[in-house]
């Protein structure tokens, strides 16, 4: 929103020695966000008067022409010009070389003495567009040269001694949607008054306060109160379309409005003056001057003036009269009731209408007006009084022959004062800084509150009356006038102070125990890359996992991304997506992803509110590993890794066979991960296993890849095992080797369980070898190589005695395996 | 052998003895001149030494010493050409034994943290250290919790579909970590400090600066006596530590949010102009980086504390854009994209 600095100095004195810039610190310091500071007047610097002398075609160019023009410095400047509007006598504005004009409206340059088409030309002449003057001299022509002649400005003069000297401040909407009262010059003018100890002025000064607004006529009004709790309308006559002055048109045109017509200009004025809209009527579009303002029937058109066609469906608040709809309260006037150029009386509607049902009408039609933008942030229903004094006071000036016909009010808003009660120990309490009674007061009375006296029973608690134009949205509690005196009194000089705090017993946070220990083991002993994925999912990753139903799955109603619709409920999505986007580049990968996953089918322990029984679907913390490599023992590796990361965690685990697990894996290729809980219920914490080649091929990737998924919610619930340290044998170990030819279908495990079971001695069995070849006759069969460790806690062992125990080990394999010695 | 004889052998071999160390090339040739000089049965000094006895009592009084002086000097000399011949051994072997270590030898595949994890961490590290739990909460969350409790009416527009992700169900993925605030109240009480780092999701387009997630981290403290003036020295502390700055400037202005009141956007001078005024701060020299203020007293009895009693402070940090600050990660994209190329940098 832009602001005038002229206008606000009709309300309050600014010091001089303050700049602009200064202004706008302080407002963004104690107010709201100021985001630029501009000063009118950058394209008008050297532009000049000038008077056309003559105009003579140009030689080599229909289209230009070659003027003679006096700027009052004697000489003649020779000038060539494309204006299809040039003649003798006319005063136009003179850009002399050097000066900074605005091409065709949009690109900056510097003029400088040239040649065009062969002839000198020794400036411009300009456009409106092109000394930033579009706004306040509109023209139907691009090639329309500015004509100055009817203003009568002396020739020779600069052009900025006849135009706005003032400087712009932009203010970023979105830091004052709280406060009503500043959508309004004067509220911000109140703000600068507090900030700066500057006296302001009452805005009645400006108004005609014998006007008779406060009238309980209200028998041309039928007023449904659910949809309005303040409406004026007054009737004015003897007024025309004229054009407005031009400290009106400049006003407007520093605001960024354009100017259409003196009345509809003055209501736009005001409303940028006290934050008002106001809205004029043709008086003879309204069926017997009287006013309704109702909801909208089912399907129910009306034409606005910006021409658009609406169907309103929702109820949304009309203004209307016996017949039509005359427009769209709070948001648009109507084609139909506009001021137009036949215009000879008017009705001025000021009105109050309930922020809620404005917001939700504006959205539902996409229509954003000034007016239905201020409406929405719960206006002061007080002003609509103001802004009817103040538009009289304007038409009054600018049509001495207007007179009001009649006005009709209907009022049922509360006009109850908030009263607020506030200990002024409060204001230490939350500051951390010690204000006196008296500092609060002063800046409490400067922002328009009113205290009472002070209370001798009570002498710690102030009684603020708020004003009614703080009493619709901001203001409410305590604390509330707690913020308003520390802004003002200045956040900057609140010097910062450590909390003392009481200490207390720590709490455990398993998940946070076990999600770092698992980040740096992951990445600092496995050299895994961590990556982070989107919560939602794509329906092709799905179908590319071979899933059709999909009632299972969690659905947003309203995705940003519609191929991404739905939560995900695994990791492995994403991670896939990731091992096929990065083996682009590199041939061997790990990564692995810690978040949340989501399951419709299950319900987490978080509450939907307190007290409430209803629990949020299940939203677990999971861990997804992938592993691809070209290496052959991937899946061990993948296991190995499992397991070392269990072990390093310190929680119990159990590694099985699986009867179902998740579709994506190898079938034969799978394990899961399960631990029993303290009531001695099995829990599956999560599975690893090869994933399966169907499924790299949907998804495109080349390099085998293995997959590993924890529960961590339900790992972190488990307790943890400490290490117990064993005695280290006095005695030394003696190790014996064996190779024998096996099935390959005997398990390691099984091996080793039936060999530790021949003595109490063995203390170690290792692998030192597997041999596999293809000369043997059969493809089953693989050659190991087992070193057998063998050690006594209470004497040296001989190597006698050892050797025929491993005799009989390795008989005892032979017969039990049918196994051949190597 | 006559006093003159004893006198000229011994010069004899001194000079012979000069003349050999000089030609001594090695360590080999050096220990060969020890054994024909000093050798104990065979050296040529000891040969001189027997000689001596010949002479009587006077003369060995005069001539012993001046054996016993070349015995010293030979000793001497040659120990001072062994360290000489040792250190020049050692230099040749090291420029023999010189690797080339620019020669990358030893691929180390190290694996990576997240920078968001990174910074995250650190910033964890530094409120544990304070004594602020570390909190977590349901991303799928609750209309209570994520608006209602935290006094946002029922009219705002953070509610409205272009913000907020919705299920059809009345749930909703939290728009911000604040919605641990209530949950954070009711399970542990007051006095309370906490952070809840995490996820959030809003409903937005998507840019360079843009996306529909990223991550926050939450703080509160609530006690008897928490000020206005322990929010500022307790925001410093974090963007000094995060910005390793001790001397970081902030300053503290209004700012409007329903959870909190006063509310506050706290500003940090511009990293990259240092207040001057650049592009990354438009113009102003100031970045905003922390939303905050004391909490709202309807949200502390929403987290069934007494007003009266209990206050205390929030705040609201983009954890996100800080991690982009922080490493100069122009576009927010590639911390979601598991890019390789982009992680292996942190």
């Known amino acids: 929103m832009l602001i005038s600095l002229n206008i606000l100095k009709k309300f309050v004195d600014l010091p001089e020695e303050l700049s602009a810039l200064e202004i706008a610190n302080l407002l963004t310091m104690k107010t709201m966000e100021v985001e630029g500071v501009e000063k009118l007047g950058e394209y008008w610097e050297k532009i000049v008067i000038g008077q056309i002398i003559s105009v003579e075609n140009h030689p080599q160019a229909d289209r230009l022409r070659v003027c003679q023009v006096d700027v009052g410095k004697g000489d003649l400047l020779n000038i060539v010009c494309g204006g299809i509007n040039l003649s003798p006598d006319m005063l136009v504005a003179v850009a002399p070389v050097g000066a900074k004009v605005l091409w065709h409206g949009t690109e900056e340059a510097v003029l400088e003495k040239t040649k065009i088409r062969g002839v000198e030309s020794e400036g411009m002449i300009c456009a409106a567009s092109e000394i930033a003057l579009g706004n306040l001299f509109p023209s139907g022509d691009e090639r329309e040269i500015l004509d100055l002649t009817a203003l009568a400005w002396e020739k020779g003069k600069a052009i900025k001694d006849y135009l706005s000297n003032d400087t712009l401040i932009e203010v970023d909407n979105k830091s004052i949607n709280h406060r009503p009262d500043l959508w309004g010059h004067y509220g911000i003018a109140r703000e600068l008054s507090a900030i700066l100890h500057q006296p302001l002025k009452f805005y009645s000064a400006f108004c005609d306060m014998e006007l008779g607004v406060n009238t309980k006529d209200e028998e041309r009004l039928t007023i449904d109160r659910n949809l309005c709790d303040h409406y004026l309308a007054m009737k004015i006559k003897n007024v025309s379309d004229l054009p407005s002055p031009l400290w009106l048109k400049q006003a407007l045109s ?118 239905s933008m201020r409406y929405e942030k719960s206006l002061d229903p007080v002003n609509v009084l103001w802004g009817a004094r103040r538009f009289w006071q304007l038409v009054k000036e600018i049509f001495p022959a207007a007179e009001v016909e009649w006005i009709n009010r209907f009022s049922s808003y509360d006009e109850s004062i908030k009263e607020i009660k506030v200990a002024v120990s409060e204001f230490a309490r939350v500051s951390g800084v010690d204000l006196s009674r008296n500092e609060i007061e002063n800046i409490l009375t400067s922002l328009g509150f009113v205290v009472a006296a002070q209370d001798k029973k009570h002498k710690d608690l102030l009684t603020v009356s708020v004003p009614t134009w703080r009493a619709t949205k901001d203001i409410n509690l305590p604390i509330d006038l707690v913020e308003e005196v520390l802004r003002i009194y200045g956040y900057d000089n609140i010097a910062l102070r450590y909390p003392q705090a009481q200490l207390n017993p720590p709490v455990a946070l398993p998940f946070l125990d076990l999600r770092n220990k698992i980040l740096d083991h992951l990445v600092l002993h496995h050299n895994l890359f961590e990556v982070y994925n989107y919560s939602f999912l794509k329906l092709d990753s799905i179908k590319k996992l071979g899933i059709d139903n999909l009632s299972k799955y969690i659905y947003l109603l309203n995705p940003v991304d519609k191929t991404r619709p739905v939560l995900r409920d695994d990791l492995i999505y994403n991670l896939l997506e990731n091992l096929s986007e990065n083996e682009k580049h590199q041939n061997k990968l790990g990564f692995f992803e810690i978040g949340r996953v989501f399951r419709k089918s299950e319900k987490d322990i978080y509450d939907l509110e307190p007290g409430s029984t209803e629990r949020l679907p299940y939203q677990h913390q999971h861990l997804g590993v992938v592993l691809a490599d070209e290496e052959e023992n991937l899946l061990h590796r993948m296991q190995s890794l499992s397991e070392s990361l269990f072990q390093f965690l310190g929680k119990n685990y159990i590694i099985e066979e699986c009867e179902t697990a998740p579709n994506y894996f190898h079938s034969s290729q799978v394990r899961q991960i399960v631990a029993y809980d303290e009531n001695q219920e099995k829990i599956i914490l999560g599975y690893y296993g090869l994933l399966s080649p169907m499924l790299r091929d949907s998804f495109e990737i080349a390099l085998p890849a293995a997959y590993l998924n924890v529960d961590l919610d339900l790992l972190s619930r488990l307790e943890k095992t400490e290490k117990r340290y064993q005695a280290i044998s006095k005695y030394p170990a003696i190790e014996l080797d064996m190779s024998v030819l096996i099935a390959r279908g005997v398990a390691w495990a099984d091996l080793c369980d039936f060999i530790k079971e021949k003595t109490e001695m063995l203390k170690k069995i290792d692998l030192v070898d597997v041999y596999r070849t293809s000369e043997w006759d059969n493809d089953d069969l693989h050659s190991l190589t087992l070193r057998l460790s063998y050690q006594s806690d209470i004497e040296t062992l001989q190597l006698d005695q050892v050797n025929q125990w491993h005799e009989e080990i390795k008989a005892s394999v032979v017969k039990h395996f049918k196994a051949v010695l190597r | 052998m006559s006093e003159k004889d004893y006198q000229s052998s011994v010069k004899k071999l001194r000079k012979d003895f000069t003349a050999d160390l000089l030609a001594a090339g090695n360590l080999d040739d050096l220990e060969a001149l020890d054994n024909k000089y000093l ?25 012993g010493p001046l054996a016993n002086e070349l015995r010293d000097y030979m000793e001497k000399a040659l120990e001072s050409k062994r360290e000489e011949l040792k250190e020049l051994l050692w230099n040749e072997q090291s420029e023999k034994e010189k690797i080339d270590l620019t020669l990358p030898l030893v691929k180390d595949e190290k694996g990576h943290y997240h920078p968001n994890t990174i910074v995250q961490r650190e910033i964890e590290n530094l409120f544990a250290q304070m004594g602020f739990l570390v909190l977590d909460g349901p991303e799928l969350e609750s209309e209570f919790y994520n608006f209602d409790g935290l006094n946002v009416p029922a009219t705002h527009p953070a509610r409205e579909d272009q913000d907020t992700f919705w299920l059809d169900n009345g749930l909703l993925l939290r728009s911000q970590t604040s919605s641990v605030q209530v949950r954070a109240m009711r399970k542990y009480g007051a006095p309370l400090r906490c952070i809840v780092p995490g996820r959030v999701f809003r409903n937005e387009n998507v840019d360079a600066s843009h996306d529909h997630t990223f991550y926050q981290l939450e703080g509160m403290m609530v006690g008897k006596e928490v000020s206005v003036a322990n929010l500022i020295a307790m925001m410093k502390t974090l963007l000094s530590v995060v910005f390793g700055n001790k001397d970081i400037k902030v300053r503290l202005r209004p700012g409007y949010f329903p959870f909190v009141e006063p509310g506050f956007e706290l500003d940090m001078q511009c990293t990259l102009c240092h207040g001057a005024g650049c592009p990354v701060c438009k113009q102003s020299g100031w970045i905003e980086v922390l939303p905050c203020g004391m909490i709202h007293p309807n949200v502390l009895k929403a987290g069934g504390l007494n007003s009266d009693e209990y206050v205390g402070f929030a705040f609201g940090l983009g954890l996100t854009r800080l991690v982009m600050l922080k490493y100069n990660i122009d576009n927010i994209r590639l911390l979601q994209s598991g890019d390789s190329r982009f992680l292996n940098q942190f």
């Open chain 1, 254 to 371: 520093d605001l960024g409005m354009k100017s259409i017509s003196a009345l509809v200009d003055i209501g736009n004025y005001v409303m940028a003056e006290c934050g008002q809209p106001l809205h004029v009527f043709d008086a003879s579009a309204v069926e017997n001057e009287k006013i309704t303002v109702r909801a909208a029937t089912e399907d129910e058109k009306f034409i606005g003036l910006d021409g658009g066609e609406y169907i309103l469906h929702h109820g949304e608040i009309v203004i209307a009269d016996e017949e039509k709809v005359l427009a769209l309260a709070g948001i648009l006037g109507g084609a139909d009731s506009a001021f137009n150029h036949k215009t000879k009386e008017v009705i001025l509607e000021a009105a109050h209408f309930p922020a809620d049902k404005i917001r939700k009408a504006s959205m539902n039609l996409s229509l954003r007006t000034d007016a």
């Open chain 2, 39 to 63: 050798g104990r049965k065979t050296g040529l000094l000891n040969n001189v030494l027997k000689t001596l006895k010949d002479l009587d009592v006077e003369q060995k009084k005069v001539l």
